[in-house]
């Protein structure tokens, strides 16, 4: 069922211009009555009913990059920075621009980017972050909202995307695991949904099923919210002595440098009692100590092939997924001397 700006209104008990307000990010509403049509909004699955024709008008060159996390956490986490490096060079000396559109919403998301597009602040977006059966992309697709998607989609899901070789990636890491002496290699994967967990752990259960090793699902383990170092460093401290396990493979350098800490603090020798492989091989991973045997993914090249995909779709030409591939850099964190 479609709802319109008047049902919003009817939900949240205001009116039909202060609605148009909030959606337009007015500062002359309150707190209390943005929450209540925010809240209206997200009950009713609303979305602004802008016709095509408007939308691509006055045709913009602003490329918006959407980010569903905190100002904080986008700082903070290195792949974004080189990802937009590349993304940046791919850009310059061109007409078009960077433009970033962030919400820690996903839902908020969908108004936050189509509202840039009407206003012609941008004319097209590279979405991080896709869950499976992502509500954004339908709605994307209804208002022929040009877009590229940083994630492969499930096999039920059509969209272009660039990415690089998770499932071979989580293959390698796993496999090098087991090469030096580990059997139970716990798995601290992304958040569940997300298309880079389900492909890195496609390859690790591949990885089990060529050594023969026996796949115990207490070894999985997804973090709830960011890949960041704290939930790292949290969930390999809950896990000793707990769960038994001789080896580490972390779906994130970032995640990777709190689960050494964790090691380290808790008096295990990182490497010889228990090594540890990240991915994304971002600079932290040459710099923590030990330093990090990790996954090595073209971030910067992802970033560049977004970009100029995206250019390619808002210009009308032909434009193909991209999947770059991936390596190991072997470093001290699965050493076993010393």
Same mark, same amino acid.
């Given at each position: 069922?479609?709802?319109?700006?008047?049902?919003?209104?009817?939900?949240?008990?205001?009116?039909?211009?202060?609605?148009?307000?909030?959606?337009?990010?007015?500062?002359?509403?309150?707190?209390?009555?943005?929450?209540?049509?925010?809240?209206?909004?997200?009950?009713?699955?609303?979305?602004?009913?802008?016709?095509?024709?408007?939308?691509?008008?006055?045709?913009?060159?602003?490329?918006?990059? &959407?980010?569903?996390?905190? &100002?904080?956490?986008? #700082?903070?986490?290195?792949?974004?920075?080189?990802?937009?490096?590349?993304?940046?060079? +791919?850009?310059?000396? +061109?007409?078009?621009?960077?433009?970033? &559109?962030?919400?820690?919403?996903?839902?908020?998301?969908?108004?936050?980017?189509?509202?840039?597009?009407?206003?012609? *602040?941008?004319?097209?977006?590279?979405?991080?972050?896709?869950? %499976?059966?992502? !509500? =954004? #992309?339908?709605?994307?697709?209804?208002?022929?909202?040009?877009?590229?998607? $940083?994630?492969?989609?499930?096999?039920?899901?059509?969209?272009?995307? &660039?990415?690089? %070789?998770?499932?071979?990636?989580?293959?390698?890491?796993?496999?090098?695991?087991?090469?030096?002496?580990?059997?139970?290699?716990?798995?601290?994967?992304?958040? !569940?949904?997300?298309?880079?967990?389900?492909?890195?752990?496609?390859?690790?259960?591949?990885?089990?099923?060529?050594?023969?090793?026996?796949?115990?699902?207490?070894?999985?383990?997804?973090?709830?919210?960011?890949?960041?170092?704290?939930?790292?460093?949290?969930?390999?401290?809950?896990?000793?002595?707990?769960?038994?396990?001789?080896?580490?493979?972390?779906?994130? %350098?970032?995640?990777?440098?709190?689960?050494?800490?964790?090691?380290?603090?808790?008096?295990? =020798? $990182?490497?010889?009692?228990?090594?540890?492989?990240?991915?994304?091989?971002?600079?932290?991973?040459?710099?923590?100590?030990? +330093?990090?045997?990790?996954?090595?993914?073209?971030?910067?090249?992802?970033?560049?092939?977004?970009?100029?995909?995206? *250019?390619?779709?808002?210009?009308?030409?032909?434009?193909?997924?991209?999947?770059?591939? *991936?390596?190991? *850099? #072997? =470093?001290?964190? +699965?050493?076993?001397?010393?």
């Amino acid at each position: 069922m479609n709802f319109s700006i008047k049902d919003v209104a009817r939900t949240a008990g205001v009116s039909v211009a202060t609605v148009s307000r909030v959606l337009n990010n007015s500062d002359k509403v309150t707190e209390e009555t943005r929450w209540k049509v925010l809240r209206a909004v997200e009950t009713l699955g609303y979305v602004p009913n802008y016709s095509a024709k408007s939308l691509r008008t006055n045709f913009s060159r602003g490329i918006g990059l &959407v980010i569903s996390h905190d &100002v904080d956490y986008f #700082i903070t986490f290195p792949y974004f920075s080189e990802f937009i490096r590349g993304m940046g060079q +791919t850009l310059s000396g +061109t007409d078009y621009h960077l433009v970033m &559109v962030m919400s820690t919403d996903s839902r908020d998301d969908i108004s936050s980017h189509l509202r840039a597009f009407e206003r012609k *602040v941008v004319g097209g977006v590279v979405l991080f972050d896709v869950m %499976d059966n992502d !509500k =954004r #992309i339908p709605v994307l697709k209804k208002y022929k909202v040009p877009f590229v998607v $940083v994630g492969r989609p499930s096999l039920d899901e059509d969209y272009l995307y &660039v990415d690089s %070789d998770n499932v071979k990636g989580g293959m390698i890491a796993t496999e090098h695991l087991f090469k030096i002496g580990c059997k139970r290699v716990l798995f601290i994967n992304g958040p !569940k949904g997300h298309s880079a967990s389900r492909y890195r752990l496609n390859g690790y259960l591949k990885a089990h099923k060529k050594f023969g090793v026996q796949v115990d699902k207490k070894l999985i383990i997804y973090v709830k919210s960011d890949s960041d170092m704290k939930n790292g460093y949290e969930i390999v401290k809950s896990s000793i002595g707990q769960i038994k396990f001789d080896g580490i493979f972390v779906s994130g %350098d970032f995640m990777a440098t709190g689960a050494i800490k964790a090691l380290k603090d808790s008096g295990i =020798r $990182v490497g010889r009692d228990i090594p540890v492989v990240g991915f994304d091989d971002v600079p932290i991973a040459s710099m923590v100590s030990p +330093t990090l045997t990790t996954v090595k993914q073209p971030i910067k090249d992802i970033g560049k092939a977004a970009a100029s995909t995206l *250019v390619d779709v808002m210009n009308g030409r032909n434009a193909t997924s991209k999947v770059f591939d *991936v390596s190991l *850099v #072997i =470093r001290q964190s +699965t050493s076993r001397e010393g």
